[in-house]
């Protein structure tokens, strides 16, 4: 079983940055595509951005292109979702999810975390 935490959310005011980080377990890390989602009260969790399990790669959902960068680092077994200009529509419960399987996708993540909360005020 892969342990996924969160952590990083905050209060901030629109147009404001903050960085989350994402610790997953396991020797094999280095293996697992990685993905950040996030769920805004009243909607379904959606799909934000994912990076390869070497880092080469990396897709996110349009409303976060060019603001948003997913990165991670492979010899402390984290993820990080830096975030820029932040929105009020960003306000959301954010979760980060490992993906066992090789290949950039947008599902079949296998292990979540709890997630953590960002509120962006205007």
């Known amino acids: 079983q892969v342990q996924v935490v969160e952590s990083g959310g905050g209060l901030v005011q629109a147009g404001d940055s903050l960085t989350l980080s994402c610790v997953a377990s396991g020797r094999t890390f280095s293996s697992y595509t990685m993905g950040w989602f996030r769920q805004a009260p009243g909607k379904e969790r959606e799909f934000v951005a994912a990076i390869s399990a070497i880092g080469g790669s990396t897709i996110y959902t349009d409303s976060v292109k060019g603001r948003f960068t997913i990165s991670r680092d492979n010899a402390k077994n984290t993820v990080y979702l830096q975030m820029n200009s932040l929105k009020p529509e960003d306000t959301a419960i954010y979760y980060c999810?490992?993906?066992?399987?090789?290949?950039?996708?947008?599902?079949?993540?296998?292990?979540w975390g709890q997630g953590t909360q960002v509120t962006v005020s205007s």
């Open positions: 999810a490992a993906k066992q399987r090789l290949g950039l996708t947008k599902g079949g993540y296998d292990y």
